[in-house]
Nanobody
Framework: QVQLVESGGGLVQPGDSLRLACTTS????????LAWYRQAPGKERELVAS??????????TYVDSVKGRFTMSKDNAKKMMFLEMNSLKPEDTAVYYC?????????WGPGTQVTVSS
């Protein structure tokens, strides 16, 4: 069994920042691909950021709408991943999910709500 749990969501105004965190039950996370997704009301789940599997330094990729504003990172020792979100916009409002693929199976956290509104 693999468990992932997100935290750090909330209600903020446009231009504010939030830092999301995801804790995992994995023994170690360095060999698994990791990602953040989001799902806005009435929309399909969208890949926001991801880090490929493998040893060494891995550079995240981002969906165009968040480039320059969001930063994904991970801490292998703490078995955690993070999403730093800056200059938030109303269109960033969504439930944010962390994701990992382990032995060919996809695992999700329950999600954390991010609402950006004035």
């Amino acid at each position: 069994q693999v468990q992932l749990v997100e935290s750090g969501g909330g209600l903020v105004q446009p231009g504010d920042s939030l830092r999301l965190a995801c804790t995992t039950s994995l023994t170690f996370i360095s060999i698994y691909p990791l990602a953040w997704y989001r799902q806005a009301p009435g929309k399909e789940r969208e890949l926001v950021a991801s880090i490929p599997k493998g040893d060494g330094v891995k550079f995240p990729t981002y969906v165009d709408s968040v480039k320059g504003r969001f930063t994904m990172s991970k801490d292998n020792a703490k078995k955690m991943m993070f999403l730093e979100m800056n200059s938030l916009k109303p269109e960033d409002t969504a439930v944010y999910y962390c994701n990992a693929v382990v032995n060919g199976r996809t695992y999700w956290g329950p999600g954390t709500q991010v609402t950006v509104s004035s």
